[in-house]
Structures are given as structure tokens and as C-alpha cells.
């Protein structure tokens, strides 16, 4: 019930913040569009967009929440309902924004082998895009920093050669695999490494977003004081 609440709560919040959501819709259009006469480049600008969006619209939420989080930990809140109540909240909208630009998709581009494998693409990068804006958020508490980073990062996503071991190590590497498996109709090995990848990084993102806000947000036992006795009641 808690993380239904947060999660109902953090939605909230973001609609109310209608120029965020605006740049979200809009920044993976940019993506889109600006690479759209090669076909492969600009379904994976797409979903490297749409990560983007959802990882900065994450990186604000949680760093918002911060002074919210402490007060609702006081009264009881589990941190575990608030860190996966915001991020399904985040995930609903990233879902949504996915499932315009594979519309999107659908419509400008033909003759796709498997169409399916492009909602898969931005499914993925959505789900990672959420907990990576939360991780993110705990190194760096400012919401500007924190966007540049996340700007750093994907701009190494895309200047790196995603052949080489190096670009294994990046977040969203996977979009190179399951954009081949979308546009060329690659074997399963596109698609395995791709969804092996996704869930690895994932995983990871979670675990570490996850435990270190618990420990961010456990309670501290403060131990109490022992009270001295004046010199005048030891003598009495």
C-alpha cells in the first residue's frame, strides 16, 4: 500500500512539473528526427534519447524527494516502498513516452524485420534509463551537476566504439544489439547479448541505487547521555 502511494504520489509530482515532462517528450524527437534518413542510426538515437529523458526525469524526482524521504522514514515509511514507489512512477512514464515514439516508428519507418524488437529496444532503455537517474542522484545531490553528467555519460555512449570491450561497461551498450536485431534481422545472438546486457545492467543499477538509499535513509540509535550528578547531590 505504501509503494502504491509513493508511486501515486511521485506521478503527481511530475505532472506538475509540465516543462520537465515537456523536454521529456521532446528531447528523443530530437534524436529521432535529426538522424532519420539512416534508418538504424536514428532508431538507436531514439532509444538513447528516450533513456536520456527518463533517467534525467528520474535524477529530479529523486533528488526533490530527498527532504520529503527523511520525514516520511520518521513516521514509519519503509525506504524500499519510496525508492521503488518513485520508480514505478517513473517507469509509467517512461513506458508511456516509449510507447508514442514506437508509434512513432511504426509509422515513418517500412519494412522493419521485426518491429516487435523496437518496443523492446525502448521498453529496456526506459527501465534502465529510471535507476540509473536515481544512482546518479545519490552521487551528485544537484540537479544541474547531475544532468550534465547524465549528459557526459550519454555522450559517451554514443562517441564510443560500441565494438570495443570498453563499451560493454556503459549503461546502455545493449542498444546497439537490439537495434541490430530490430533493423537487420540479426540471429538470437543480437538479441541475447542485448537482453543479457539490459538485465545485467539493471540489476545493477537497482541493487546499488537501492541499498545505498536504504542506508542513506535507515534510522540512527542515538545513544543516551548519562546525566552526572552535581558535586552538591554527591554530597548530600
Not at 89 to 103: H, P, Q, R, S
Not at 160 to 185: F, H, N
Request: contains cysteine; aromatic residues 8%; hydrophobic residues 60%.
Amino acid at each position: 500500500m505504501m509503494l502504491l502511494t509513493v508511486a501515486s504520489i511521485s506521478l503527481q509530482e511530475m505532472i506538475r512539473r509540465r516543462v520537465a515532462l515537456l523536454f521529456v517528450f521532446l528531447l528523443p524527437l530530437v534524436f529521432y528526427v535529426v538522424r532519420i534518413d539512416v534508418h538504424w542510426q536514428a532508431i538507436r538515437f531514439l532509444s538513447v534519447g528516450v533513456g536520456w529523458a527518463v533517467a534525467t526525469l528520474a535524477l529530479f524526482s529523486h533528488v526533490g524527494a530527498r527532504r520529503l524521504d527523511r520525514r516520511l522514514t520518521v513516521i514509519g515509511a519503509s525506504p524500499t516502498a519510496l525508492f521503488f514507489g518513485r520508480q514505478a512512477a517513473l517507469a509509467a512514464v517512461g513506458v508511456f513516452v516509449a510507447g508514442v515514439y514506437f508509434g512513432l516508428v511504426a509509422v515513418t519507418q517500412e519494412d522493419l524485420p521485426h518491429l516487435a524488437g523496437v518496443a523492446l529496444l525502448l521498453v529496456t532503455t526506459v527501465l534502465i534509463g529510471a535507476p540509473l537517474g536515481a544512482l546518479v542522484s545519490l552521487v551528485i545531490s544537484r540537479e544541474l551537476e547531475g544532468a550534465l553528467a547524465l549528459l557526459s555519460i550519454m555522450a559517451l555512449q554514443l562517441l564510443v566504439d560500441p565494438a570495443g570491450a570498453a563499451a560493454r561497461l556503459l549503461p546502455l551498450w545493449s542498444t546497439r544489439e537490439l537495434t541490430a536485431y530490430a533493423i537487420q534481422g540479426h540471429g538470437s545472438g543480437s538479441l541475447s547479448s542485448g537482453t543479457i546486457h539490459f538485465a545485467l545492467m539493471m540489476a545493477a543499477c537497482v541493487l546499488i541505487a537501492w541499498g545505498a538509499g536504504v542506508l542513506r535513509l535507515r534510522a540512527v540509535r542515538v545513544s543516551p547521555v548519562p546525566v552526572q550528578e552535581s558535586p552538591h547531590a554527591a554530597l548530600k
